[in-house]
């Protein structure tokens, strides 16, 4: 599994926002808020994509997310996951808020397309294992009860 440290996560957040063309982003915040639109072939994907994780076993995986969020999402969404990590200020838009209802509301495909794909400046996170992505996906679900 990738692992980086939080400075060279922030570091290589803001060289890819910096190297590479910005399309729309899902984003919320001071920045200019823009709604992070799937492709069709992401679409189709997403709908496709069901949660292998039984409901009675999701707080097991949140946790092993919340580990993997902190390692490799903090920097730019911030220990909390509201958009605010360190890396986030080099970004020409605002990482997502995870607890906000547009997060929230979002399918579990959705957001597990999101996470796989990645949309600049957020970079593809594919490289994880399936299972670690399903984990995110739980801990980031977690975060709505709490706001």
């Given at each position: 599994?990738?692992?980086?440290?939080?400075?060279?996560?922030?570091?290589?957040?803001a060289?890819?926002?910096?190297?590479s063309?910005?399309?729309?982003?899902?984003?919320?915040?001071?920045?200019?808020?823009?709604?992070?639109?799937?492709?069709?072939?992401?679409?189709?994907?997403?709908?496709?994509?069901?949660?292998?994780?039984?409901?009675?076993?999701?707080?097991?995986?949140?946790?092993?997310?919340?580990?993997?969020?902190?390692?490799?999402?903090?920097?730019?969404?911030?220990?909390?996951?509201?958009?605010?990590?360190?890396?986030?200020?080099?970004?020409?838009?605002?990482?997502?808020?995870?607890?906000?209802?547009?997060?929230?509301?979002?399918?579990?495909?959705?957001?597990?397309?999101?996470?796989?794909?990645?949309?600049?400046?957020?970079?593809?996170?594919?490289?994880?294992?399936?299972?670690?992505?399903?984990?995110?996906?739980?801990?980031?679900?977690?975060?709505?009860?709490?706001?």
């Amino acid at each position: 599994m990738i692992r980086f440290a939080t400075l060279t996560a922030a570091a290589l957040v803001a060289m890819l926002a910096t190297a590479s063309a910005v399309s729309p982003a899902w984003a919320q915040g001071a920045q200019a808020p823009t709604k992070w639109e799937l492709t069709k072939e992401q679409k189709d994907r997403a709908t496709k994509a069901k949660n292998p994780v039984p409901a009675d076993k999701r707080s097991a995986s949140a946790e092993s997310g919340k580990k993997i969020a902190m390692q490799n999402c903090a920097p730019c969404h911030g220990n909390s996951g509201k958009g605010d990590g360190p890396g986030a200020a080099a970004l020409p838009k605002k990482p997502a808020d995870w607890t906000s209802k547009t997060v929230q509301t979002e399918p579990d495909g959705s957001l597990f397309v999101k996470i796989s794909d990645g949309n600049a400046p957020m970079p593809p996170w594919a490289s994880l294992p399936e299972k670690d992505r399903w984990d995110l996906v739980n801990y980031i679900k977690t975060l709505g009860k709490k706001s």
